[in-house]
């Protein structure tokens, strides 16, 4: 089956995905599946418990060709992405409207930009601005650690890239990111990140 995005570009979903269902919840910035199946996860404890109500979401798809190699079964054999995504997650947390994306680097040093996309900055920006809670998840995957980072701070480096800067500094995440600490019961406790962000940022 083959999934174009909206500018023709098609979609390679990593090797280990076999089914349309796993197609369509790939993450568009070739994400490892760690990372957001530990969300899902997380989330999923989060609503069992009570604690928050939020969702990956869904990705709509423009199905162009189908076959039906069976009278009983039909086979998409081409499709596109509607539109571009905005973020991965979206939901309700202690009253506030949670909105925010999750991105993998094996760069020890800083965040590459290219991670994002403008469309997604602009929607964060657009989130921050109606006072909901705006961030990125970012995972350094060789440094095993994890950071709620605020979308001030992203959508700050962003629109100083003339400057000749294209990523986000490690430390600049460390110090101004709320870092995900480990827990017992959960693979990935980041509503833990987010109190301390709500708090600090008194929203």
Do not use: C
Not at 1 to 20: A, D, H
Not at 106 to 134: C, D, M, R, Y
Not at 187 to 193: D, I
Request: glycine share 4%; proline share 5%; no cysteine.
């Amino acid at each position: 089956m083959t999934i174009n995005y909206p500018n023709g570009r098609q979609f390679v979903p990593p090797e280990n995905v076999t089914s349309l269902q796993q197609n369509l919840t790939v993450s568009q910035s070739n994400r490892g599946m760690s990372l957001e199946r530990e969300l899902n996860q997380a989330n999923s404890y989060y609503r069992t418990h009570g604690l928050a109500n939020i969702h990956k979401k869904p990705t709509p798809i423009q199905i162009v060709n189908v076959n039906y190699p069976k009278r009983s079964a039909a086979k998409i054999t081409e499709a596109y992405f509607r539109q571009a995504s905005t973020t991965d997650y979206n939901g309700i947390y202690q009253g506030k409207y949670i909105d925010f994306d999750a991105k993998e680097t094996n760069q020890t040093t800083s965040f590459p930009l290219q991670n994002v996309h403008s469309h997604q900055v602009k929607h964060l920006a657009e989130i921050v601005k109606l006072g909901g809670v705006a961030f990125l998840i970012i995972r350094f995957t060789r440094l095993r650690e994890d950071f709620v980072l605020p979308a001030s701070i992203l959508i700050d480096y962003w629109h100083n890239q003339a400057d000749g800067r294209k990523s986000i500094p490690y430390q600049i995440i460390a110090t101004h990111g709320k870092k995900i600490p480990n827990a017992i019961n959960l693979t990935l406790p980041y509503l833990k990140a987010v109190d301390e962000l709500i708090k600090e940022q008194n929203i």
